[in-house]
């Protein structure tokens, strides 16, 4: 048992929110934009195996999600491993998504169909996804007792 004063329960409710968003987003909501965006899944000009292992990806991806929200939902200061759990399934998903970003040249693959890009620079993919790592990393930033460094 640990000596550490727990966080405060704003703090705590805080951080499951912030934790639960973000699987959210980048489960759930990314899950939703491939399957209606008419340049991933819907995209006729793409083979049906190309199909499938998007499927195969999404699919993982909100599982992994949903399976991270019901840790973050019912985790408590006492289940703090809860967190840890949803949010080393959140990282996997996540970080998958910046190793396939490092190699994208070499695979010939492009974040976007349309070239698509923010503030003359920035991929919406990687402002999703890195939006979505931010808020899982200070969701569980916030949920540790205090004093206690991850």
Sequence with gaps: MSSEPPPSST??????????????TYGLLTAGIDVFDP?????????????FHLLWLI?????????????????TPRSLAR?????LLGALHIG???VA?????????EFDADGRVLFGFLPPAMLHLGTS???LFAG?????PKGKTT
């Design 96 to 98: 998958g998504f910046f």
């Design 133 to 135: 790592a931010a808020l």
């Design 11 to 24: 703090t705590w409710v805080v951080g499951k929110a912030l934790c639960i968003f973000s699987a959210f």
């Design 140 to 144: 569980v930033r916030l949920c540790h």
């Design 83 to 87: 967190i840890h759990t949803g949010a």
């Design 39 to 51: 340049h991933h899944l819907r995209n006729p000009d793409w083979p049906g195996h190309a199909r």
């Design 101 to 109: 970003a490092a190699f994208k040249n070499a695979a010939g693959a």
């Design 59 to 75: 699919s993982g991806g909100a599982l992994g999600a949903l399976a991270s929200i019901y840790l973050f939902w019912t985790a």
